[in-house]
């Protein structure tokens, strides 16, 4: 939930639980579009740095002052694959096989590996 203050010369943009997430605009349309942008951003740089992503406190229970109102922020989060790097050693012939294909080795590997571990 972001809380939506119009007391002053902007929109300020606040989030209850997300203290550093913070905006402000001049009008609605651009308030509820910077509340998303916000928000992404904010639990994006909290999942790169592994810190906690709270729940949101529920709409009731959130204490409102004159000239504020809530929305619902939302935003979609594509978490970053962290990959990491293995060597392999393979007979020869069968390499030579596999780029004459033009076979992608990564790729092969991690097919084979989700079989393999969808089988257990």
Not at 17 to 42: F, M, P
Not at 54 to 80: F, M, N, S, Y
């Amino acid at each position: 939930m972001a809380v939506l203050d119009f007391t002053g010369k902007h929109i300020a943009i606040t989030f209850p639980d997300l203290d550093e997430a913070l905006s402000q605009a001049n009008d609605i349309e651009t308030a509820i579009r910077r509340a998303d942008e916000v928000l992404k951003l904010t639990i994006e740089s909290r999942i790169e740095d592994e810190e906690e992503i709270p729940e949101p406190t529920p709409l009731d229970k959130i204490a409102l002052h004159d000239g504020q109102r809530t929305i619902v922020a939302k935003c979609v989060i594509k978490e970053k694959i962290k990959y990491d790097k293995k060597t392999l050693t393979l007979p020869h012939d069968l390499n030579l096989a596999a780029e004459a294909a033009g076979l992608n080795f990564s790729q092969v590997l991690q097919k084979a590996l989700r079989e393999e571990l969808a089988e257990r």
